[in-house]
């Protein structure tokens, strides 16, 4: 069993490795001192969560499942009009990440690492990010009464499934396991856009409105505020915003591979 402090440092190492090469520096307090702030937060009580961990039968997996439960959780209580469950929903959106800072740290000391565990936390970052825009959305219907959020969260909900991206890996994923060979391994490979303004487009894309802390952190103090002020516009805006996204990357996604083949 490692101690409390052997498990900081092992921490410490790997998160400052791992966001250096996500160009983000938890040490820069000039640049990002609130993004230095929330760093630690997580890193330090997740380290003591993994501390108690190591000793039980506990496994990642299970960490990385509670984590995508309590991203649903924290949706559903965005649903009711308690001032009381909309804090509770907002406490649980901005501390759920240390379950995710918590399984990946828990698999590297039990040795439990795995390609399952990588993909259970990409997918338990995307239930979250799922249920956040349903139950803001919801929360907004309930402050304002217009069925336009509703129907902006059904489109919503519909680009991102029928996402034909999504669909393009899920399938080329089938085939090659089963392999039935119609689908080659260069097709799936990234294309490099020549462009440098299309990769611009694309960057700004995957950094706008999505499901990182200083997104969700400034969504949830607007939240927040508006239960003691009136920010209602602001939590419209930012629903349209989410819904926007959505759009231009089911459309985005349409054109390039139908029109560009790529």
């Not at 059904?154 to 085939?175: C, G, H, M, R």
């Not at 294309?191 to 706008?208: H, P, Q, R, V």
């Not at 200083?214 to 516009?233: A, E, G, P, Q, S």
Request: include cysteine; hydrophobic fraction near 45%.
């Amino acid at each position: 069993m490692l101690s409390l402090k052997e498990i900081r440092k092992k921490h410490y190492t790997h998160q400052r490795s791992k966001l250096v090469n996500m160009n983000a520096d938890i040490d820069d307090w000039l640049y990002s001192p609130y993004n230095c702030f929330k760093a630690r937060i997580y890193i330090e009580i997740s380290s003591i969560l993994v501390y108690f961990l190591q000793r039980t039968h506990i496994t990642p997996n299970t960490i990385t499942i509670l984590y995508a439960i309590s991203g649903i959780l924290g949706g559903v209580f965005f649903y009711f009009e308690s001032k009381n469950l909309i804090l509770t929903a907002c406490f649980i959106f901005y501390f759920k990440g240390i379950l995710d800072w918590s399984d990946g740290l828990l698999a590297r000391i039990k040795g439990r690492t795995s390609p399952l565990g990588h993909i259970l936390d990409a997918w338990g970052s995307n239930v979250g990010y799922i249920a956040f825009v349903s139950g803001l959305s919801f929360h907004c219907f309930n402050l304002s009464g217009d069925m336009a959020y509703i129907i902006l969260l059904i489109f919503f909900l519909i680009f991102k499934s029928l996402d034909f991206k999504t669909y393009l890996y899920q399938q080329s994923y089938y085939e090659i396991l089963n392999k039935t060979n119609n689908i080659e391994m260069n097709f799936i490979k990234t294309n490099n856009l020549k462009e440098d303004k299309k990769k611009l487009i694309i960057t700004f894309l995957k950094s706008f409105m999505d499901d990182r802390a200083r997104t969700t952190d400034t969504v949830i103090l607007i939240i927040v505020l508006n239960l003691y002020f009136d920010l209602l516009f602001y939590i419209k805006f930012i629903i349209f915003l989410y819904f926007l996204k959505s759009m231009i990357v089911f459309l985005g996604s349409l054109y390039y591979f139908y029109f560009k083949n790529s």
